[in-house]
C-alpha cells in the first residue's frame, strides 16, 4: 500500500550498479510481509541465473537456424497455431513473430511458468520458473483428459524421484501462497502435492518392516539394475518382478553406458533381502515393496481430493511420467479409481504441456476493504487498470487483441481470518453467493453473523494458445495380433501369464486384457489382472476395471514387514484426515491457522496408536485424556456418546486445550473397538485475563473453565445448552462461548472422520487383522526405542529456570532389560505460580525426546515409552495436584523438561526454553499465539533460525 521508501531504496540500488533489483510491492504487491519477503529474496536470486540461461539459449538458437522454425514442425495455421501434428517436447516453445512488411520473421524463446502459462524471455522472472515443470503436466493433464472425454481427472505423474499428483474438474486450481523447500511463496502456482515415491526411491528393511524412500537414488547412481551400484530401488522391485523387461530397454547402462539393466543382479539382492526377512520369496519381497509405493501415491492423491471433499471414484486418473504407467493400476485400485488415461506421449507429458499452454499474464494488487459498494468502485477500478496492463503484456507477444480474454477475480474472506477464496469478479450479490457456496464446499459452513473483506483482486489474461485437436482415426476390424512374447509377472501376492504387446501392434479398437504388458517407446504398461486396455480411435490408451475389485484383503494377524508400513501409513492418514476437517470446519483463528490442534488414533484400551504431525506436547498426553474418559465411564458409554476433557490432573495439559474423544463401536453397536481425539487450543476458556493465559494466576479456577469428563453428545444429540451453562457458569466464565461451541462442533466433525475411516479399514481388512496391527505398529515403535537404549549410558542433567526452580533428571539404563529410567526426582516441588506441568505434559516431553533420537521414520505412538519407566514425585512441578494453577507449565516449564532431558542425553544444546507466549485481548476479542525462536545445535550440526522447536514444533 505504501510503496514510497521501497521505491527510494530500489533506485539508489540501481544507481549503485546493481543488475538485478527486486522489490517486494512489484513481485508480490500483497499484504502479508513475510511471503512477500521470502518471494522477493527468490526472485532477486533467481533471476539473474534464469536471465544468464535465457540469454545463452536465444544466442544458440539464433546462430544455429538462419531459418527459423514454425511453431511444431508442418501443418501450421493462421495465427502460428498448430492445425495437426503434435508438438515437440521442450522446456520453452517457439513462435512465429511476425515483423513489418520486408523483414524477416524469427523465432520467439517462450518459457513455462508455475501458473501454467507461457511468457516471452525477456518477461520470465524466477518467481514464476519454481514449478513451471509439473504445471506443463497439469496443462497437458486436463487438456488430454477433454479431448479423451474426461471431465473429472486426477493428474499422476510419477517420475524417477518423485511423485506429483493434481486435479482437474473443469478449471485449473491455482495456489496463491506456497511453501516450496521450506521458503514461503506468494506467486500464482498451480495446485500440485508431492510425495517422495518415485522409481529411483529406495527400498529400506529395518529388521521389523519395509519402507520405501524418501530418499532416491536419483539418476546418479540410480537404482541397483543401472549397473553403477546403486541401491535397490522402486524400479528394481518391478525388474523383479516381471513388470519390466530388459530385452525392451536400450544398451545405455552401466559405466560405459553400452549394457542392457542388469535383471541377475537385481535378483540376487532380493534373494539376500529375502533370507534376511525370512518366510517370503525375492518375488513377494519385491511385490511388498510395490504395494507400499502404491499406499504412499494414493494416499498423496486423496491430500488433493477425499481431504477436499472430492469423491475420486467417479475421476478417471490421468497417468503420466515415465514410471507411471508400472503401477496405474494399482494406484487406481487403492482408490476406488475405475477408469485410467494414458496419452501416447505419457511418458513426456508435461514437456508436452508447455507446447498445449496459453500465452497468460497476471497481476495482483491488495484491497482489504469491507465487503460492499465502495470495495466494488476500488475492484473495479484497479481490475480495470490490471486489466490493461496484463492485456497489453500478452498482446505484445503477438496475440491478437480480439485473441485475448481477461479474468478478474476477487480474493474475499471473513473479517478477522487469513484464508480468502477466489471467486470471478461481478455484481456484490453474485460474489457473495460464489464465496459462500465455496465457502460450504471447502470448510463446511457459513458465518453470516461475520462480515466479509475484498482482500485483493486478481487479473489474468490468456490467449495465444495452441489449437489442440487429435485427429480421430478409422476403428480397425482386424482381431487382436499375438502377443510380441509372452512372459509372467508377480502381482497381489502371485505369478500371472501375461502378453507382451507392443503400442506400434496395436490398432484403435483393439483390446488387450489384464494380466498384460503393453510396451511403448519411453515406457512399460503393466495391465494389472481385472484390468483390460483399449486403444480408442484418438490413439488413447484407456484402461477400465472390467472385474470387480474385492475389497476386502485376505492378510494375517501376524506382523508382516509390507503390511506394517501399510497400517503405519493408513492409521497416520487417518489422523491426518481428522486435522484436515478440523482445520476446514473450526471457527476460530487460532484453530483454522494457527493449527493449534493435534489429533490422533487410539486403540480399544486408549493406547495412541498413531497421529499427525501436530503439536508434540499434545500428541504425548492426549492417552491420558482418553484413558480418563474410559476409566470414568465404564459400562456407560453407548454408540453416539462424545466426551470433552480439558482437566490437567486427568489427562490434560491446560485448560485452553480441550480434548473431544469419540468410541468407535462394532457393526451391532456392542462393544468398543477403538477411540479417536481431537485436540484444540481455545483462544479463551475464562479466567481471569482474555486469553486464559494470565501469568498472575495462582489457582486452576483463575486460569478458566474446568470440564472434567462432561459429555458433549448424548446418544447422537448434541448438549448444547448444557455446553453452553458450563462454559458461562464458572467463576470467571468463557468470553465467547458461541466461538468455544462453533470449535467443539468442529472437533466432534473432525473425530467423526476418523471413525468413518476406521471403519472403512476395518470393511477392507477385517477386524482382527486392524486390531492386530494396531499392536504390531506399537511394538515396531517400542523395538526402535529400544535400539536407542542400546546405544544410552547412565546420566544426570540439572535445569535451573528463570524463577529459581530446578528441574532434575537422572537417567538409568538397564541393558540387559533394554530398559531406560527417567527419574526426577530432585525436581522443585509444587509453586504458588502457575509454572506447575501436570504429569501427562512431562510425559508428553520424554515422549517426544526419545522418539526424536530415534533416527527413522516412525510414528509417535504409546509403544515409544514400554521401554521407559517415568519417575515423577507427586506435588512437584511436574506433577501438582489441584488446584495448582498450570497454565504456564505446559508452555514453559515442557520446554525446560525438553531441554533438560537433551542436556542428560547429550544430544543437543539447549532451546530457547519458552514458547515465547503472546496474549492480548478483551470481553470480545481474544489473540493467542507462539512466536518461534529457533532450533540449537548438536554434536556436528548447526542449529537452525526461526522455527518452531520441540513441543510446540508446529
Known amino acids: 500500500r505504501y510503496p514510497e521508501h521501497e521505491r527510494m531504496v530500489a533506485a539508489l540500488a540501481r544507481e549503485l550498479g546493481f543488475p538485478q533489483v527486486s522489490v517486494s510491492h512489484e513481485v508480490s504487491p500483497l499484504i502479508k510481509l513475510v511471503g512477500r519477503g521470502d518471494t522477493t529474496v527468490v526472485d532477486a536470486y533467481l533471476s539473474p541465473i534464469l536471465r544468464r540461461y535465457v540469454e545463452q539459449v536465444a544466442a544458440e538458437l539464433e546462430a544455429g537456424s538462419s531459418s527459423p522454425s514454425p511453431l511444431w514442425g508442418e501443418g ?11 508438438p515437440p517436447p521442450h522446456p520453452a516453445r517457439l513462435a512465429r513473430h511476425p515483423l513489418p512488411d520486408g523483414e524477416r520473421e524469427t523465432a520467439r524463446l517462450m518459457f513455462m511458468m508455475s501458473s501454467g502459462g507461457l511468457t516471452a524471455a525477456d518477461l520470465f522472472q524466477g518467481k514464476d520458473a519454481i514449478l513451471s515443470g509439473p504445471a506443463g503436466g497439469v496443462v497437458s493433464m486436463a487438456q488430454t483428459a477433454r479431448a479423451a472425454g474426461f471431465r473429472a481427472v486426477i493428474g499422476f505423474d510419477m517420475g524417477g524421484t518423485s511423485t506429483d499428483v493434481s486435479h482437474y474438474d473443469g478449471e485449473y486450481e491455482r495456489a496463491f501462497e506456497t511453501e516450496v523447500a521450506g521458503v514461503r511463496m506468494r506467486a500464482p502456482m498451480m495446485l500440485i502435492h508431492t510425495v517422495a515415491a518415485g522409481g529411483g526411491s529406495i527400498l529400506h528393511f529395518d529388521g521389523a518392516r519395509f519402507r520405501v524412500g524418501p530418499d532416491s537414488a536419483g539418476a546418479n547412481p540410480g537404482p541397483k539394475c543401472y549397473r553403477r551400484g546403486g541401491p535397490l530401488a522402486v524400479t528394481d522391485a518391478n525388474v523383479m518382478a516381471g513388470k519390466l523387461i530388459p530385452d525392451f530397454f536400450p544398451k545405455i547402462f552401466g559405466p560405459s553406458q553400452n549394457q542392457p539393466l542388469d535383471a541377475e543382479t537385481v535378483r540376487r539382492a532380493f534373494a539376500d533381502l529375502a533370507k534376511q526377512v525370512g518366510g517370503r520369496t525375492p518375488e513377494e519381497a519385491a511385490d511388498g515393496f510395490i504395494k507400499i509405493a502404491v499406499e504412499n501415491m494414493a494416499n498423496a492423491i486423496k491430500k488433493i481430493s477425499v481431504q477436499r471433499g472430492y469423491d475420486v471414484t467417479r475421476y478417471a486418473l490421468n497417468c503420466f511420467g515415465g514410471a507411471g504407467g508400472q503401477h496405474a493400476c494399482l494406484v487406481a485400485d487403492a482408490l476406488g479409481m475405475t477408469k485410467v488415461l494414458i496419452h501416447p506421449f505419457s511418458s513426456l507429458l508435461s514437456a508436452y504441456g508447455m507446447g498445449l499452454a496459453d500465452i497468460r499474464a497476471t497481476r495482483q494488487q491488495a484491497i482489504e476493504e469491507p465487503f460492499g459498494v465502495k470495495a466494488l ?4 477500478r484497479i481490475g480495470g487498470v490490471l486489466g490493461k496492463a496484463v492485456k497489453h503484456e500478452v498482446a505484445g507477444q503477438g496475440v491478437p487483441a480480439k485473441a485475448i480474454k481477461v479474468i478478474v477475480r476477487a480474493h474475499i474472506r471473513y473479517a478477522g481470518t487469513d484464508t480468502a477464496l477466489v471467486v470471478k469478479a461481478g455484481a456484490l450479490a453474485a460474489m457473495k453467493s460464489a464465496f459462500e457456496k465455496a465457502h460450504k464446499a471447502q470448510f463446511g459452513f457459513i458465518d453470516r453473523r461475520k462480515g466479509l473483506v475484498i482482500e485483493a483482486v486478481s487479473v489474468e489474461a490468456v490467449g495465444g494458445g495452441a489449437r489442440f485437436r487429435e485427429k480421430l482415426l478409422k476403428a480397425s476390424r482386424s482381431r487382436l495380433p499375438a502377443p510380441a512374447r509372452r512372459t509372467r509377472f508377480f502381482s497381489g501376492g502371485q505369478w500371472h501369464k501375461a502378453g507382451v504387446y507392443t503400442r506400434d501392434q496395436l490398432k484403435p479398437g483393439h483390446k488387450v486384457k489384464g494380466p498384460a504388458i503393453v510396451i511403448e517407446p519411453h515406457q512399460t504398461i503393466v495391465v494389472e489382472p481385472g484390468w483390460q486396455a483399449e486403444l480408442t480411435r484418438k490413439n488413447h490408451l484407456v484402461l477400465a476395471r472390467i472385474r470387480k475389485l474385492k475389497r476386502q484383503s485376505a492378510i494375517g494377524t501376524k506382523a508382516d514387514p509390507v503390511m506394517l508400513e501399510v ?32 489429533c490422533a488414533v487410539f486403540d480399544g484400551n486408549g493406547s495412541l496408536v498413531a497421529n499427525a504431525p501436530h503439536m508434540p506436547v499434545h500428541l504425548g498426553s492426549m492417552d491420558r485424556s482418553v484413558e480418563t474418559i474410559i476409566r470414568d465411564n465404564k459400562g456407560r458409554i453407548r454408540p453416539g456418546d462424545v466426551y470433552a476433557i480439558n482437566a490437567p490432573y486427568n489427562g490434560g495439559t491446560h485448560l485452553p486445550d480441550i480434548t473431544v474423544c469419540t468410541p468407535v463401536f462394532d457393526k451391532v453397536k456392542r462393544k468398543i473397538l477403538f477411540w479417536v481425539a481431537s485436540r484444540g487450543h481455545h483462544a479463551d476458556v475464562g479466567g481471569i485475563s482474555p486469553g486464559s493465559m494470565s501469568p498472575d494466576a495462582t489457582t486452576i479456577e483463575q486460569e478458566g473453565v474446568y470440564l472434567d469428563n462432561f459429555k458433549l453428545v448424548d446418544r447422537g444429540r448434541f448438549r448444547e445448552k448444557e455446553l453452553y451453562a458450563a462454559l458461562t457458569g464458572a467463576k470467571y466464565p468463557a468470553r465467547n462461548p458461541v466461538q468455544n461451541i462453533s470449535d467443539l462442533k468442529a472437533q466432534i466433525a473432525a473425530n467423526e472422520k476418523g471413525v468413518q475411516e476406521l471403519r472403512k479399514m476395518v470393511a477392507h481388512f477385517s477386524q482382527p487383522v486392524v486390531d492386530a496391527y494396531m499392536q504390531h505398529v506399537q511394538d515396531n515403535a517400542a523395538e526402535s526405542v529400544r535400539r536407542v537404549i542400546d546405544r544410552l549410558h547412565d546420566s544426570e542433567f540439572s535445569y535451573e529456570m528463570d524463577q529459581g526452580t530446578v528441574i532434575k533428571v537422572k537417567i538409568t539404563v538397564d541393558k540387559k532389560k533394554r530398559e531406560a529410567t527417567a527419574d526426577f526426582t530432585g525436581t522443585s516441588p509444587q509453586q504458588p505460580t502457575n509454572f506447575n506441568a501436570p504429569e501427562p505434559v512431562t510425559r508428553a516431553a520424554v515422549l517426544y525426546v526419545f522418539r526424536v533420537m530415534v533416527d527413522d521414520d516412525i510414528p509417535m505412538n504409546a509403544g515409544c515409552l514400554r521401554p521407559i519407566n517415568i519417575v515423577i514425585p507427586k506435588k512437584s512441578m511436574l506433577s501438582p495436584e489441584y488446584p495448582a494453577a498450570v497454565v504456564a507449565g505446559n508452555v514453559e516449564t515442557s520446554q525446560a523438561v525438553t531441554n533438560c532431558l537433551f542436556g542428560a542425553l547429550k544430544a543437543l544444546a539447549c532451546a530457547q526454553g519458552t514458547m515465547n507466549n503472546l496474549n492480548f485481548g478483551n470481553e470480545t476479542y481474544q489473540y493467542y499465539e507462539t512466536i518461534c525462536s529457533g532450533s540449537p545445535a548438536g554434536p556436528g550440526f548447526d542449529g537452525t533460525d526461526a522455527v518452531h522447536t520441540h513441543m510446540t514444533n508446529t
Open 377 to 380: 468502485a476500488t475492484l473495479n
Open 567 to 598: 497400517f503405519n501409513n493408513l492409521f497416520m492418514s487417518i489422523a491426518e484426515q481428522m486435522g484436515v476437517a478440523l482445520q476446514n470446519t473450526a471457527y476460530s483463528v487460532n484453530i483454522k491457522e494457527r493449527l493449534d490442534f493435534s
Open 76 to 86: 501450421r495455421g493462421e495465427g502460428g497455431r498448430a492445425t495437426n501434428g503434435s
